[in-house]
Every structure is written in structure tokens, then in C-alpha cells.
Nanobody
Framework: QVQLVESGGGLVQPGGSLKLSCAATGNTFAIYMTDWYRQAPGKQREKVATIFSSGETDYEDFAKGRFTISRDSAAFPVYLQMDSLVPEDTAVYFC???????????WGQGTQVTVSS
């Protein structure tokens, strides 16, 4: 089992920045990819960015150039640096991790990000 806890959300003005963190406890050695997802009110949950155990990263188009997913030398915490935020980025941001060899998905409880003047 893996437990994920997000932090770092809050209220920020348009054009501002936030850095989210995803901490993990449990059998994190089995994790091979970690994602950030977000869900805005009335919308489906969508992927934001992924970081693999290799260090390779992948971003959705809306996140490219504005968001950066990263981690330190250890697998966790995983960070999401968000710059040039716009009101459309307002959502609950979730950390997701997938484990192998038996595929298991883990989710955090989410952290609210509100972009508003």
C-alpha cells in the first residue's frame, strides 16, 4: 500500500505561481510513474504531467512551458511547479501513482488551487 498526500495549494492571482508537493509513505519502491491530475468544477479529471522512475517527464499541451514536474533524488516527494497561472487552472489537483508488477493505482486526497484576482 502507498499513501499519497498533496500540499501547497491555495489562492493565487492570475500570473502568479504555486508549487505543489506530493509526499508518499508505504511501499514506494514499487512505484514506476507518478502523475498530477486536476479536476475543475463540473469537468472530468484530466492529466497534467507525469514523471517516470527513469526521470523522464511528459506534459499535457496546456501544461507545456508553464508547469514543471520534478522530484529530488528520491522518488518522493514529487513536485508540480506552476507558473503563469490563469483562472482556467482553478481546480483540485491530485497526485496519482502507479505501482508494478501488479498494477495498482493510488490517489491522494487532492489540494485546491484557485486562481483569481
Amino acid at each position: 500500500q502507498v499513501q499519497l498526500v498533496e500540499s501547497g495549494g491555495g489562492l493565487v492571482q492570475p500570473g502568479g505561481s504555486l508549487k505543489l508537493s506530493c509526499a508518499a509513505t508505504g511501499n514506494t519502491f514499487a512505484i514506476y510513474m507518478t502523475d498530477w491530475y486536476r479536476q475543475a468544477p463540473g469537468k472530468q479529471r484530466e492529466k497534467v504531467a507525469t514523471i517516470f522512475s527513469s526521470g523522464e517527464t511528459d506534459y499535457e499541451d496546456f501544461a507545456k512551458g508553464r508547469f514543471t514536474i520534478s522530484r529530488d533524488s528520491a522518488a518522493f516527494p514529487v513536485y508540480l511547479q506552476m507558473d503563469s497561472l490563469v483562472p482556467e487552472d482553478t481546480a483540485v489537483y491530485f497526485c496519482h501513482a502507479r505501482a508494478t508488477p501488479i498494477t495498482r493505482d493510488y490517489w491522494g486526497q487532492g489540494t485546491q488551487v484557485t486562481v483569481s484576482s
